[in-house]
């Protein structure tokens, strides 16, 4: 993007009285030009009718995930550039949303000027990670690695988020039921959960890329 060319620019958050607020501060801004709507799905349908360089997206949208966004969008042709603005986000749905094509995660609470940074240097093609939030990744990083699974387990995991009993499991594996049973121990105690539906959450929230 060429220096002072307007950024247009697409807010998608489902709290009518923030992106309300913050599209009327953004719009004074003479190099952005800001609309905003409050759902992935309407914000599909506003890009499927106009170009936007970027879009401002809340990682909770109710019913929505941030997640959802980008492979819809990007199916639908939108090749502008995204930037997260949340209240919060956990480190993990962070890394997920990176790796997915997000070019930035921007905390809610820092000031108004720094969001029109922010977007200056995503539109430029720039990354921006907010301060607080890089510091806590910095912590997460120096922390244990989450664990790796051997190939037994994985397979096991991956039958546990498809729902199969232990009886389905072991007839897929070929073992007995209470050798499925002490895999699933194991893995209890890999990921620090108590039962089969965490076991599942915490598969898909922070070990999605071993499933």
């Known amino acids: 993007m060429q220096q002072n060319q307007t950024i247009s620019a697409l807010l998608v958050d489902d709290h009518s009285l923030f992106r309300e607020s913050v599209a009327r501060v953004l719009a004074d ?11 992935i799905r309407e914000a599909l349908q ?13 990682h909770d949208l109710g019913s929505e995930r941030a997640s959802q966004f980008l492979p819809a969008a990007r199916q639908a042709g939108f090749e502008g550039r995204v930037l997260v603005v949340t209240a919060w986000i ?11 094509g997000v070019s930035g995660i921007f905390l809610k609470h820092a ?3 720094e969001l029109s940074e922010s977007i200056r240097i995503v539109a430029a093609g720039g990354t921006w ?10 912590m997460e990083s120096s922390e244990t ?13 991956r039958y546990v988020v498809e729902g ?10 070929q073992i007995s039921e209470s050798y499925v049973k002490a895999i699933l121990q ?3 105690q890999k990921t620090g959960v108590r039962t089969r539906g965490q076991l599942v959450r915490v598969a898909f929230e922070q070990y999605e890329d071993q499933l």
């Open 186 to 188: 194991g893995l209890f």
């Open 111 to 113: 000031p108004l000027s």
């Open 164 to 173: 199969l009993s232990n009886k389905e499991i072991a007839w897929h594996m």
């Open 129 to 138: 990670i907010d301060r607080s939030f890089a510091r806590e990744q910095s």
């Open 90 to 100: 956990s480190g993990t749905e962070a890394r997920r949303l990176m790796r997915q």
């Open 46 to 58: 506003i890009l499927s009718q106009r170009r936007f360089d970027l879009v401002l997206l809340d």
């Open 29 to 39: 801004d003479p190099g952005l030009e800001i609309e905003h709507c409050g759902s």
């Open 145 to 157: 690695p989450a664990p790796l699974f051997n190939d037994r387990q994985k397979r096991v995991l």
